[in-house]
T-cell receptor, first 113, second 110 residues
């Protein structure tokens, strides 16, 4: 069935370090892929998205590339800041008009000064 | 520019009580969903709707009811609250790909 697997957290980094959060998915067809971010006490916000294979989504210095051959959508940032501390969720929308959005379990990122 | 509005923000219920979590969106989105967020579990889909009058079950529908009489509103009803329903609940609406989330309702069942 449809599922998303994210690397387990928490991930603790020093400011200006390189970030990778791994995400792989199991789905049929051509899903759309997303990264959402949740800051403390808030709802989820869309960080970036990619709707077809080889697309690269980017926003606020974060990037992720839709790799259909490895069913992956890893999140990267070259230099993290303390303000990036949050929970990051990988998600996908199955192909077809299902209205569903399937989430991974979330990865907590803590960036220390 | 309200987006997705959830009420209440916090609620404490006694076991066996019923209540309705409200969700309204002003973006004319067809798709709306309810999720619950529990530590280490991510967001799990409770119920969703692809348009007014159409609803379907998600991963964890037991103990919850929904209806969608208008495009704007998608209330979630707890018929007889149980401690296992203690969670943070998020409503979302979608246009094609991007989903917009409410601020969440933190529900405690004692």
């Amino acid at each position: 069935g449809n599922s998303v697997t994210q690397m387990e957290g928490p991930v603790t980094l020093s400011e200006e370090a390189f970030l990778t959060i791994n995400c792989t998915y199991t789905a049929t067809g051509y899903p759309s892929l997303f990264w959402y971010v949740q800051y403390p006490g808030e709802g989820l916000q869309l960080l970036l998205k990619a709707t077809k294979a080889d697309d690269k989504g980017s926003n606020k210095g974060f990037e992720a590339t839709y790799r259909k051959e490895t069913t992956s959508f890893h999140l990267e940032k070259g230099s993290v800041q303390v303000s990036d501390s949050a929970v990051y969720f990988c998600a996908f929308s199955p192909s077809g008009n299902t209205g569903k959005l399937i989430f991974g379990q979330g990865t907590t990122l803590q960036v220390k000064p | 520019n309200a987006g997705v509005t959830q009420t209440p923000k916090f609620q404490v219920l006694k076991t066996g009580q019923s209540m309705t979590l409200q969700c309204a969106q002003d973006m004319n989105h067809e798709y709306m969903s309810w999720y619950r967020q529990d530590p280490g579990m991510g967001l799990r889909l409770i119920h969703y709707s692809v348009g007014a009058g159409i609803t379907d079950q998600g991963e964890v529908p037991n103990g919850y009811n929904v209806s969608r009489s208008t495009t704007e509103d998608f209330p979630l009803r707890l018929l007889s609250a149980a401690p296992s329903q203690t969670s943070v609940y998020f409503c979302a609406s979608r246009l094609l790909t991007e989903a917009f989330f409410g601020q969440g309702t933190r529900l405690t069942v004692v």
